[in-house]
């Protein structure tokens, strides 16, 4: 059972470059969604997802991209990279509902903009 | 509006000391709570959650409806407890979201 897999592990863009970060969960979980790690901010709500076909903003959506086309599948797109985007990127799956209460993260994606 | 505060970046204490990292919350309706913990180059994982009121790995938390607190505790604390410890609310179990705090650095020293 793998959970929930991000890639790549580590990523160094130019400025202006664009880039898919990959998540996929095998637990059938409804509820997906992307945080920024930022030394002293914790963890920030990027976007998210309640099912396939839904998707909304978190606390710090500007410059990024979702979209659910199936279950499994959360990809984070960034349009034209800026190095304020340097961070550490997690996706994060739940199931919803009585008794499903933990969030399964990814192992994380560091990406360097410069 | 829910929010999360942990009042605390960095914590130090010496190996056998107790431990306590602090959480408040706001929230009107009745949350979810979580600890949430990161270990050096690990993903974060689920350590506590307030409605299974258990022990893991010697930690404790009891949520505190009347002074909004669910602060984490250990009697004695070991240098492998030196990790990000994150926070987290809930508003409702049908709903995905997580609130985080802004997470307490905790060290042990041997």
């Known amino acids: 059972n793998a959970g929930v897999t991000q890639t790549p592990k580590f990523q160094v863009l130019k400025t202006g470059q664009s880039m898919t970060l990959q998540c996929a969960q095998d637990?059938?979980?409804?509820?997906m969604s992307w945080y920024r790690q930022d030394p002293g901010m914790g963890l920030r709500l990027i976007h998210y997802?309640?099912?396939?076909?839904?998707?909304d903003q978190g606390e710090v959506p500007n410059g990024y991209n979702v979209s659910r086309s199936t279950t499994e599948d959360f990809p984070l797109r960034l349009l034209s990279a800026a190095p304020s985007q340097t961070s550490v990127y997690f996706c994060?799956?739940?199931?919803?509902?009585?008794?499903?209460?933990?969030?399964?993260f990814g192992q994380g994606t560091r990406l360097t903009v410069v | 509006a829910q929010r999360v505060t942990q009042p605390e970046k960095l914590l130090s204490v010496f190996k056998g000391a107790p431990v306590e990292l602090k959480c408040n919350y706001s929230?009107?309706?009745?949350?979810?709570l979580f600890w949430y913990v990161q270990y050096s180059r690990q993903r974060l994982q689920l350590l506590l959650r307030?409605?299974s009121r258990e022990s893991i790995k010697g930690f404790t938390a009891d949520l505190n409806k009347g002074e909004t607190s669910f602060h984490l505790k250990k009697p004695f604390a070991q240098e492998e407890d030196s990790a990000m410890y994150y926070c987290?609310?809930?508003?409702?179990?049908?709903?995905?979201?997580?609130?985080f705090g802004r997470g307490t650095q905790l060290t042990v020293w041997p």
């Open positions: 994060a799956s739940l199931g919803l509902g009585q008794g499903l209460t933990e969030a399964f």
């Open positions: 637990m059938n979980h409804e509820y």
């Open positions: 997802s309640v099912g396939a076909g839904i998707t």
């Open positions: 929230y009107s309706g009745s949350p979810e």
């Open positions: 307030h409605i």
């Open positions: 987290a609310l809930k508003r409702d179990s049908t709903l995905g979201r997580l609130y």
